[in-house]
């Protein structure tokens, strides 16, 4: 008997898919991307899911469900925009156990809905049954994009710029945050937290938004990227899929990562590492893509983009250049759900 | 505070989903059928999602892992067929628990494989996860239909005969059989139960098949139903969901109810009511349809379906007609799972 904790996310997919074959036409793209791609005539059709379990992927003790129904459809979004296309339709598969309320489960409702309406998608569907223990959610998002505009992650070239959305590491330290305020929490009964000053860090962990403004600034400057993932587990995980994917290697600078002064102020609250943050903290929900080095200026002009490296070959490996010019190996460091409980 | 269990599932639903608004134009159906109707071009494409969780669809003490990952796609795959469609793709999430093997994971992925190269259909993605209790799948299929041949529940007509594939009942037997021998099992260490003679009933829960068959032979003999579902949870609800969306009644006879030896038998060893496993047993994956009563020769010319009844009016009520002449009101007992734990 192998154990899960053994083998790790990665092995496990591969060991649970390599077996698995395409079929049929309609099938442009299956497994290995952030949405898979199927064509049923003239615009493609992104599907991509998420599976949300209670005390895996949230905390109903510090989570208000609102936000939770938010997030949860946000996150399916952004797997669509991550491979340039446009969300268009969700089903909503809940596990409910006894504990949870009505006004709970519309609480989420009101958050999906209010997402929905905001990007504008639809809720097409789904399946409620009971949980004999904490909250299920999965969702699946239906999405579409024009032909031959889609960017899957394996297609960076050598000398690419590495560019990243926003800032990193915010939605890891609300997380701490919660989690700190949550202890001391326990002791006190009539507690409140405060959080002033803080809003930014709580606002990226609880009600992230997709970066819906990105793909749309990018296409109105004709800038098509050659490979492109959202970052939800951490920025050298999802940087080491693309190298790993498209078969090249990279160097980002670690005075590069774009990094807000609230994520700063608080690593150093919290005597945490503010680089180990930015780099593995995950749950950003940033766009990373590479564009072709040509496209440096235009990439430049651009607002809410940064460049934080470049493509190298695959045989330079995957590396950090500290703010000393010492190079450090990218690990992935991101995804643990799996092998740590 | 309201608990879900003094709503039920249809109000709960009702209340979570009736603002819910559809805002694209390729969303052609919503929540409400078994699958979303989505247009993307020439074709229909049809998407569906269940959602299974451990304890309250499934116990692993007798259901094999691969019989386990065969019946999650192939119900899935039903939903599809019952809107006149042909299921496509498949995505994956999995919560998985510690106390899984990765040995017991591949032997689910090999009877969802098994299941899609029967059907034709490819697994596209999903999710894999921890879970800190027990397993999780959630599985979302895509199909296509033909413009116009989509068959939804709620275009029944006053005088159209009510139809229903194969037989009624066994999957439920078959669920009563594995229930015993697990309670028998418990008092002895090398007990080997004795299924012989009982291996439709087996099959029948722990290896369901979608009825492809029956879609295609009616296609065959250009028969295009006015009203179809898959019966998941039992007969009497699925017909009532008919009634319901299509603004009509029903009479169906207690003596045409499709049933198989083996069911009747081990419903006279368990002292239950045959009727009552057929109405409400669940599970079934048979096709219920209805057609117009002009196509009455061709549908008994039809193998492996049986006419069980017709439509009336909405104020004739729903009602079966016993043996004895006497008329019982058809009631909703299938769907329990949330109400009940």
């Not at 154990?3 to 649970?16: V, Y």
């Not at 899957?152 to 710029?161: E, G, I, K, Q, V």
Request: with cysteine; aromatic share 8%; proline share 2%.
């Amino acid at each position: 008997m192998t154990e899960i904790s053994t083998l790790g996310e990665f092995a496990l997919i591969k060991r649970l898919t390599e077996k698995i074959t395409i079929r049929n036409g309609s099938t442009i793209r299956g497994t290995g991307d952030d949405a898979a791609v199927l064509r049923y005539a003239d615009k493609e059709t992104l599907v991509t899911t998420d599976l949300l379990l209670e005390g895996i992927h949230f905390d109903l003790t510090y989570v208000p469900m609102k936000h939770l129904g938010y997030k949860s459809a946000v996150v399916n979004f952004s797997d669509v925009y991550a491979m340039n296309g446009q969300p268009r339709q969700i089903t909503v598969s809940l596990g409910v156990s006894k504990r949870l309320s009505v006004e709970a489960l519309e609480d989420f409702y009101e958050g999906l809905r209010l997402a929905c309406e905001i990007y504008g998608v639809d809720i097409v569907g789904g399946d409620t049954s009971a949980s004999l223990t904490g909250l299920c959610i999965s969702i699946t998002c239906i999405g579409e994009a024009e032909k031959g505009r889609i960017v899957y992650r394996d297609a960076a070239s050598n000398t690419d710029l590495i560019c990243v959305s926003g800032d990193l590491g915010a939605a890891y330290m609300g997380l701490q945050l919660l989690e700190r305020e949550k202890t001391v929490f326990r002791g006190e009964k009539d507690f409140e937290p405060d959080f002033a000053g803080k809003e930014y860090l709580l606002e990226r962990q609880l009600k992230p938004e997709a970066r819906r403004d990105i793909i749309k600034s990018l296409h109105e400057s004709d800038i098509l990227p050659t490979s492109m993932i959202d970052i939800s587990d951490g920025l050298s995980s999802e940087l080491l899929h693309i190298c790993h994917a498209s078969g090249v290697g990279c160097r980002i600078y670690e005075d590069r990562l774009p990094i807000d002064y609230q994520t700063a102020f608080m690593a150093e609250q919290f005597n945490m590492s503010l680089t180990t943050a930015a780099l593995n903290g995950g749950e950003d929900y940033e766009l990373l893509f590479t564009v072709p080095v040509a496209l440096h200026d235009r990439i430049e002009a651009q607002g809410g983009v940064k460049i934080i490296g470049f493509i190298c070959e695959a045989s330079s490996g995957a590396g950090l250049i500290a703010r000393d010019g010492t190079e450090i190996p990218l690990v992935a460091q991101g995804w643990t759900s799996l092998t740590e409980s």
